[in-house]
């Protein structure tokens, strides 16, 4: 349920209304700015589907491991004044809760909660630990064949493994693209011609490459998750680059 706290109004706001009615010719029309929009990502490969909560309301729906909402969802604004949103990421089934936070989400913005990181960590790995980010993104559209990347690093090396910084880029030690130096839980942006390459998850500071994926993407913007872990028991577990494609306006 929407959280909002009572406001008193009192004879001096009765005042001040009247004031303002009469100065304005009693025209009390507003012009608004739309509500917030927001977008919940799966990018927890070992937790099945997961659910986003806004103020302990299901907002997403079950969300498949490395899917998305099918498209950006409006929400009312509340400010942070009225306790804003208590935003939740959920098991499907609402019995776990891997992490919660406070946020407002102001008006005419939108953002991606994305769930990142493992269910399962191994003990003493809670840097590991499932949890959410939330990234504010431009869905202005950017016309021609022009693609921008927001890469989200979401990977993790297998347990008793530092997870380094990591790049996405394409092949070779002089890449032609790339987003660099990418910690657990980074964003990077890049704008890029449309067309088809091979993408890698590679070391930073290394030539260990993790995972690669090659798309063929065209004009848009794009989130590029990268998710899973090394070693993992199985496939769909593993190391992965996933691009979503984000709808413009």
């Known amino acids: 349920m929407m959280k909002h706290r009572a406001q008193g109004f009192g004879m001096a706001g009765a005042l001040l209304t009247a004031m303002m009615l009469a100065g304005c010719g009693g025209n009390t029309t507003t012009s608004l700015l739309p509500d917030p929009t927001v977008l919940f990502i799966n990018g927890s490969r070992d937790a099945g589907n997961l659910r986003l909560l806004l103020n302990n309301e ?18 009312e604004f509340i400010s942070t004044a009225d306790e804003a949103y208590d935003v939740v990421t959920s098991s499907d089934d609402l019995s776990e809760q891997f992490d919660a936070e406070e946020q407002e989400f102001a008006r ?27 990234i504010p993104v431009d ?23 530092f997870t380094p910084n990591v790049t996405l880029q394409t092949p070779g030690d002089n890449p032609t693209y790339a987003i ?54 199985t496939p769909a577990e593993g190391p992965q ?9």
């Open 108 to 134: 005419n913005t939108h953002t991606i909660v994305a769930a990142i990181g493992q269910r399962n960590f191994a003990a003493g790995e809670e840097i590991k630990r499932l949890r959410q980010v939330l």
């Open 180 to 233: 660099r130096d990418l910690a657990f839980g980074e964003t990077g942006t890049l704008d890029i011609a449309a067309g088809t390459n091979t993408w890698q998850i590679k070391r930073s500071d290394g030539e260990s490459v993790y995972g690669t994926a090659t798309v063929n993407l065209t004009g848009g913007i794009y989130l590029a998750l990268l998710s899973g872990t090394e070693g993992a028991a």
């Open 58 to 75: 299901d907002f997403s729906g079950a969300v498949a491991p490395g899917a998305a909402m099918a498209d950006f969802k409006p929400t």
């Open 139 to 161: 869905r202005n559209a950017l016309g021609g064949s022009t693609v921008r990347i927001i890469a989200l690093q979401g990977f993790n090396r297998q347990a008793g493994l």
């Open 241 to 249: 680059i996933t691009f979503i494609r984000l709808n413009t306006l």
